[in-house]
């Protein structure tokens, strides 16, 4: 996908005036869309950014001392840092078996995985307390073992890897797809093992579009609110995410605190975009490399 | 919650699904108690689960209770706290929220909790003074300021130019409140005496009343554009949405919205006759032994009765139940008006009645709301 973007982008620049749009329409086109991506876009995050800084930035920094903010930040940081290896290894794993074998059940399978994103969230978060909660259908036999998951860190996790589950597979499955297994096959004829073969040839093929799959559910997993919000149970400086905390802030007309921290969150969120424009860019750079150098990719394997 | 046991197929579906996710994260080390900042804290923890509009009364009387707590046993507390709309709250501590104390906008809640669970005794509201209310509230008007749609009395909600915001009285306690406030004044016109209802020889000029009463209210709902799910949510509606001519809220909600937020933009306008809100509190038993936190808990929640706890609540704008604890000046804030009781208008019933006629499903509420 990403690929292909920047393929039409190229594209559109070599193209021969005689099949280009009038000016009128191109700018008609442009200017609407520039408006719209300004109302619906870039002022609202501007306004973030206003609200935050509104009273100064010395009351924008107070708001990251609040013990309840900061414990809210290393909980969404520890959420997301334990949901994303997981579904990393999850979605790997599963492409690797999709793309790669044949079997009873694949399409089944590739349809479970997209499921996160067809269920609303806060349906996937009370699914959770239907089987965890305590008149849960494992409530009972968890409280006899003092463990507790809804309203507490593991709930959190829980609510968080279900909803960030189709990102990796979904970005990798697809490249592994086109790939085939001829490489693989070479490997194995010339005496690599299993493991050698995964980690030598089918992982370095994938590995710009993994890292685009680890980095969209990252973004997922760090914003997620409907899903979490029901598992939280909300203790202050406890079970608060930093959006639920955000949430929490504008409640309280703390409208400073909450816009600082919305801010934090829209920053990560900026942040995440800018690597994964690196990472379309490294990616489309080393599609390019071996589209037009078939030979030195070869020689390199 | 029985409802969504229907699909049957999609939950075997998700099951599986879950049994997967489930090996990967209890196998991590994410036991309650290693969450963020749990070592910093000696001493004992009280996990209190309130209603929205608590937030500001429960901070600072929390520290006033650690503080007083330290002088009396040397132990440092910390108390957790979790709001959000009444109902809700009761939901969560039902599905296993381990809440040491419930501090809930209306009794039924709690009556929903020790039903449901056998975390709270039955007789839970006899175990502490004045029903386990320590504060009372009330339902009241916010305004826009000078009042330019000149609303006075729960006749002017519905008229043609009015739009009215309360939340949802399927999600929220003081939503419920409002409507059985706008229930009780037709009443009260209607019957000129609220002790009619019990008395069998009225029954007629009762159900005529009655009528009266289920239309008003339905013309209210008419003039309602958004339900929101709790009083915050409706209180910034009003507020920071600006929608809406008038907003009923709970007192301290009012008083709190004006101040905070400009007491040059809202006035408070006092119907004549209102609900006496009583917002009960109680100790979760089954958790406060589980955490061996019992005698804390009992503590927190007496001292909201003593003179210094008294004093706080009236600061934040409840009621006190011992007025003569608070500062005269806090007091002389609350208008003057005719509050009557749950059991007044629900002949001695009580919440239970009062949810099953008009709030639950098939009631009154559910029937004649259309959005």
């Not at chain 1, 999709?98 to 399409?107: D, E, L, M, V």
């Not at chain 1, 071996?290 to 020689?299: F, G, I, L, T």
């Not at chain 2, 008006?337 to 009580?350: E, F, H, N, S």
Request: glycine share 6%.
């Amino acid at each position: 996908m990403a690929g292909a973007a920047s393929l039409h982008a190229r594209a559109t620049i070599v193209q021969p005036r005689a099949i280009a749009e009038p000016k009128l329409v191109r700018w008609t086109l442009i200017g609407t869309t520039l408006a719209f991506l300004s109302l619906f876009l870039f002022v609202p995050l501007a306004a973030v950014f206003y609200e935050a800084l509104r009273k100064g930035l010395s009351a924008y920094l107070h708001s990251f001392t609040d013990p309840a903010a900061l414990a809210a930040i290393k909980l969404t940081l520890l959420a997301a840092g334990i949901a994303v290896p997981v579904n990393l290894v999850f979605g790997l794993a599963a492409s690797w078996a999709i793309a790669k074998f044949q079997f009873r059940g694949k399409h089944l399978l590739i349809t479970l995985i997209d499921l996160p994103f067809a269920v609303s969230p806060v349906v996937s978060g009370m699914i959770y307390v239907l089987l965890y909660g305590a008149n849960g259908y494992l409530g009972p036999w968890l409280i006899a073992h003092n463990v507790q998951i809804i309203f507490a860190l593991p709930g959190i996790v829980l609510a968080t890897v279900f909803v960030t589950f189709p990102f990796v597979a979904r970005e990798v499955i697809p490249l592994m797809q086109s790939q085939g297994t001829q490489e693989e096959q070479a490997a194995m004829t010339l005496g690599a093992s299993g493991w050698q073969t995964f980690w030598r040839v089918t992982l370095p093929g994938v590995k710009w579009a993994m890292l685009y799959g680890v980095i969209l559910s990252n973004a997922r997993a760090m914003g997620e609110f409907g899903a979490v919000s029901v598992v939280s149970g909300h203790i202050r400086g406890k079970t608060n995410t930093m959006p639920l905390h955000v949430e929490i802030l504008y409640n309280e007309y703390n409208f400073v605190a909450a816009f600082a921290v919305a801010s934090l969150l829209a920053l990560l969120a900026l942040a995440t975009l800018g690597l994964k424009t690196l990472v379309e860019w490294r990616s489309a750079v080393a599609l390019a490399q071996a589209e037009a150098n078939p030979v030195v990719q070869e020689k390199a394997s | 919650m029985h409802r969504l046991r229907q699909p049957v197929t999609l939950m075997l579906l998700l099951l599986t699904l879950a049994a997967c996710d489930r090996q990967s994260s209890t196998n991590s080390p994410l036991l309650p108690g290693s969450g963020p900042g749990a070592a910093a804290l000696p001493g004992v923890k009280l996990l209190n689960v309130s209603y929205d509009p608590t937030r500001e009364l429960y901070q600072d009387y929390n520290a006033a209770f650690a503080e007083y707590w330290k002088k009396q046993t040397g132990q440092e507390v910390h108390i957790e706290m979790s709001h959000g709309g009444a109902g809700k709250q009761a939901r969560a501590v039902i599905d296993g929220l381990p809440a040491d104390v419930v501090t809930l906008a209306l009794a039924y809640d709690i009556d929903e909790i020790a039903a449901r669970t056998r975390y709270i005794p039955a007789d839970w509201q006899s175990r502490l003074p004045q029903r386990s209310a320590p504060y009372t509230s009330t339902i009241v008007f916010l305004v826009r300021k000078g009042n330019p749609r000149k609303i006075q009395d729960w006749d002017d909600l519905i008229r043609d130019d009015i739009q009215v915001i309360t939340p949802n009285p399927q999600t929220s306690g003081g939503a419920r409140w409002n409507y059985l406030a706008a229930w009780a004044f037709v009443l009260q016109r209607e019957l000129g005496d609220l002790s009619k209802l019990a008395d069998p020889a009225c029954a007629d000029q009762v159900s005529m009343a009655e009528a009266k009463a289920e239309a008003f209210v339905t013309e209210l709902f008419r003039h309602v554009p958004v339900l929101d799910s709790g009083a915050r949510g409706s209180t910034n509606t009003f507020v920071q949405r600006g929608l809406g001519d008038v907003l009923l809220a709970w007192e301290n909600e009012a008083f709190l919205a004006s101040n905070e937020l400009g007491p040059d933009k809202f006035d408070i306008v006092a119907p004549p006759i209102s609900m006496l809100a009583e917002p009960p509190v109680t100790l979760v038993d089954h958790w406060a032994d589980e955490h061996g936190v019992r005698e804390v808990a009992d503590a927190y929640l007496a001292y909201l009765y003593s003179p210094q706890g008294q004093k706080i609540v009236a600061k934040h704008y409840y009621r006190p139940t011992s007025p003569q604890y608070a500062d005269p000046e806090d007091m002389s804030r609350f208008p003057d008006l005719k509050r009557v009781t749950i059991d007044q208008i629900t002949a001695g019933g009580g919440w239970p009645v009062a949810q099953k006629r008009h709030f639950s499903e098939g009631g009154i509420f559910e029937r004649m709301y259309q959005p």
